[in-house]
């Protein structure tokens, strides 16, 4: 059975500082909105990849979004949504994973997507263990709809159809170039 992986305190450490810089060198910061000075600090010279820096800093910028930022009231994305589907997008995904795009949801939610290989993955995070999974695959025309809440073998599975897709392809190509 497989579950959300909790990070510990020496993966974050929250900081209430007005002097720290957002963005700072090997350092990754993950912060509250604006009118907060509390920031969580993600430590880079842990050797996590350079994706889990580039989904740790969206989310950020995505906590910082005004009230009212589209057209229907929007609130920024919550610190404890953010740093939830942070977690959740560090466990699921492998060197070999395609980065999602990262939406901002009207309600303070996130949205993370894929559309790769005939495959789209939507995983909808509207708030720490209350997500949705939406799986539409394209030469199949099969739809799939998950409820998730901390078990995250629906979004696994199909992380790994994404990745063995683009692997199968991989091997087929550099197959024929020998």
Same mark, same amino acid.
């Given at each position: ?7 510990s305190d ?62 229907y009231?929007? =609130?920024p994305?919550? +610190?404890?949504?953010? %740093?939830?589907? #942070?977690?959740?997008?560090c466990?699921v995904?492998?060197?070999? @994973? ?31 263990l ?20 901390? =078990?995250?073998?629906? +979004?696994?599975?199909? %992380?790994?159809? #994404? ?9 087929? @190509? ?5």
């Amino acid at each position: 059975m497989s579950a959300v992986r909790h990070l510990s305190d020496r993966d974050f450490q929250a900081v209430r500082s007005e002097s720290e810089p957002a963005f700072g060198a090997g350092v990754n910061a993950f912060s509250a909105p604006a009118a907060s000075s509390e920031i969580c600090y993600l430590d880079r010279h842990r050797g996590r990849p350079a994706r889990e820096r580039v989904v740790a800093n969206t989310l950020s910028e995505y906590t910082k979004l005004p009230a009212g930022w589209d057209s229907y009231g929007g =609130e920024p994305l919550r +610190l404890d949504t953010g %740093m939830f589907a #942070l977690q959740v997008l560090c466990d699921v995904m492998s060197d070999s @994973t395609p980065p999602p795009s990262l939406v901002p949801v009207s309600s303070g939610g996130v949205q993370c997507e894929w559309h790769e290989n005939g495959l789209d993955i939507e995983l909808y995070i509207s708030a720490p263990l209350e997500c949705e999974l939406m799986v539409y695959d394209h030469l199949s025309r099969e739809q799939q709809v998950f409820q998730m809440r901390a =078990e995250l073998t629906p +979004l696994k599975e199909q %992380m790994k159809r #994404l990745v063995d897709f683009n692997r199968d392809v991989n091997a087929r @190509t550099n197959g024929e170039r020998n």
